[in-house]
């Protein structure tokens, strides 16, 4: 895997190209270019990565070797968007509230496979 591939996997893990250049003062263009034609990537780019993503194990973005460092820290690094957080609450809520009328349902017609799932 080339230096630019390891980049498109910086962009995968933003989802966006526009968020990494952003996040390291680039352009969407540059980035681009610098994926599609397997280019090299500027010494103060690098180092504009390095400062933007402090998970990303460099040695792993400059070698390949070892692992990269962004996977399972997506929710801390990225901005959760309020009204998703909101949606998945609710979501939560209303599973948690048909779990709960099952319950009810299984202790009241089948007592005894609600005792075999420890339904209380």
């Known amino acids: ?7 498109l ?3 995968r893990f933003e989802g966006k190209q526009k968020i990494v250049a952003e996040k390291i003062n680039t352009s969407t263009q540059s980035i681009s270019k610098t994926i599609t034609q397997d280019r090299g990537i500027a010494g103060s ?7 933007a993503y402090p998970q990303l194990n460099m040695r792993w ?10 996977d399972g820290v997506a ?6 968007d309020p009204e998703k957080e909101m949606l998945k609450e609710e979501l939560l809520v209303m599973y948690k509230d ?11 017609h089948a007592p005894s496979l609600a005792s075999r799932l420890e339904i209380e």
Request: glycine fraction near 6%; avoid cysteine; proline fraction near 0%.
């Open 75 to 80: 929710s801390e690094v990225k901005q959760e």
């Open 1 to 7: 895997m080339s230096l630019s591939q390891r980049l």
């Open 45 to 51: 780019t690098i180092v504009a990565i390095a400062e």
């Open 98 to 108: 048909k779990v709960r009328m099952l319950e009810r349902e299984i202790k009241e």
């Open 9 to 11: 996997e910086i962009v």
């Open 61 to 70: 973005f400059l070698t390949g070797k070892g692992e990269s460092g962004l």
